[in-house]
Each structure stands twice: as structure tokens, then as C-alpha cells.
């Protein structure tokens, strides 16, 4: 149980483009989920946290106008890249938890974003 | 904010040894998790403490939950090359998200 999906894996873009990375909780209903980025050789770092049916709420110094999440439902948050530079080439990770009560967060296999 | 030290940061043993790292907070959690994440996936939750002195295992693995609620261990008994990874430790601040260590890098010399 608690299988958390993303999609894609791995995506390539062209600078100034748009992507949405899709996150699915597969076998449980997430009241909440996470999105993260990680650099290489680095610790997690929260980007927002995502409520389903009400707007996210973001890290301080993450811009939610480039980052759009979107949570639409109980087992589906999406975050869209909008207008990719380089610099946003990075792993993004996300995680979802099933109950307010519990604090585990089971975490998707990242999706690997290179701006080209 | 909450801060959780993980140390070692990395480790290099032979396999077969067995491994001990620990996760110490500035302030009192109510729970502990510890996560393995190796490369170009995400992290996966190996253990979940919730009571102060607790100690599971999960296989070779044993975490425990210490008795100040500012710290908590995770061993690995009996190292094997597939335990290469980065283990990283987590609690919660409040109803808000985890917050996570910097993790302590496991490598392993077969």
C-alpha cells in the first residue's frame, strides 16, 4: 500500500516552455500533498504544500505564478513549470499523506526536468 | 525554524559491518521517520517511531526513539552492497510538513 506515481520520469524542454508533472496517489486518498526539489547531493527542499480543493500554500522565495499547483483532486496534484529557464533543471519529487492525524509521507520516484 | 542534525554526514564500511547513524533536534518531536533514497528515485519510509523509547525493526534495520524526544538512531545490521543510499531522518513541526535532516550518505565496500 501507499504507492505514490509521477509522471513523467524524465521530461526535456526547450527555455521559455511550459511542463506539468502529474503526482498520484495510487492506492489511497491524499488529503495533502507535497512537492519538493532536490539538487544533486542535497537535501529535499519544499516547494509547496497542497491541499486538495483549496490553493496551495508556498515555501518562501518559491514563485507561485511560475510554479502552478494544482490539486484536483483526492489523489491527483499537478505542478506546472511555467516558462522553464536552466536554472529550473532539477528533480522534483512529491510526496502525499493520508491523514491529517498521521505525519508519513510516502514519496513518488521524482521526475528529472532538464531546460534546455 | 526546526533544524534535525544528522550525523555522519557519509560513511564508507565493508559489507558485512554494521552501520549506526543518528538524528538529533534542538526541540522536542512527537515522531520520527526515517526515509532511504537512493539515486533518481525518491525517498522510500523504512521506519515510523511514535512513542519516546521505542524501538523497531524493520529486517536488518532498528531505529529507536529517544527518551528526550530530541533524538533518534537508526542501525543497519550486517551491511549488504544494495543498502548503498542516503538515509535521511524526518519528524513533523506541528500539523505542517516534515522536516528533514540533511542525511547521512551510506556507502558500502564489497
Known amino acids: 500500500g501507499a504507492v505514490v506515481s509521477q509522471h513523467p520520469s524524465r521530461v526535456i524542454c526547450k527555455s521559455g516552455t511550459s511542463v506539468k508533472i502529474e503526482c498520484r496517489s495510487l492506492?489511497?486518498?491524499?488529503?495533502?500533498m507535497f512537492w519538493y526539489r532536490q539538487f544533486p547531493k542535497k537535501s529535499l527542499m519544499l516547494m509547496a504544500t497542497?491541499?486538495?480543493?483549496?490553493?496551495?500554500?508556498?515555501e518562501q522565495g518559491v514563485e507561485k505564478d511560475k510554479f502552478l499547483i494544482n490539486h484536483a483532486s483526492l489523489t491527483l496534484s499537478t505542478l506546472t513549470v511555467t516558462s522553464a529557464h536552466p536554472e529550473d533543471s532539477s528533480f522534483y519529487i512529491c510526496?502525499?499523506?493520508?491523514?491529517?492525524?498521521?505525519?508519513?509521507?510516502?514519496f513518488g520516484p521524482g521526475t528529472r526536468l532538464t531546460v534546455t | 525554524g526546526q533544524q534535525l542534525n544528522q550525523s555522519p554526514q557519509s560513511m564508507f564500511i565493508q559489507e558485512g559491518e554494521d552501520v549506526s547513524m543518528n538524528c538529533t533536534s534542538s526541540?522536542?518531536?512527537?515522531?520520527w521517520l526515517w526515509y532511504k533514497q537512493e539515486p533518481g528515485e525518491g525517498p522510500v519510509l523504512l521506519i515510523a517511531?511514535?512513542?519516546?523509547?521505542e524501538l523497531t525493526s524493520n529486517g536488518r534495520l532498528t531505529a529507536q526513539f529517544g527518551i528526550t524526544r530530541k533524538d533518534s538512531f537508526l542501525n543497519i545490521s550486517a551491511s549488504i552492497p544494495s543498502d548503498v543510499g542516503i538515509y535521511f531522518c524526518?519528524?513533523?513541526?506541528?500539523?505542517?510538513?516534515?522536516?528533514f535532516g540533511k542525511g547521512t550518505r551510506l556507502s558500502v565496500i564489497a
Open positions: 517511531l511514535y512513542k519516546a523509547g
Open positions: 510526496s502525499a499523506r493520508a491523514d491529517r492525524g498521521l505525519h508519513e509521507q510516502y
Open positions: 497542497s491541499n486538495e480543493g483549496s490553493k496551495a500554500t508556498y
Open positions: 492506492d489511497f486518498q491524499a488529503t495533502t
Open positions: 524526518a519528524g513533523p513541526s506541528g500539523n505542517t510538513p516534515l522536516v
Open positions: 526541540s522536542i518531536f512527537n515522531t
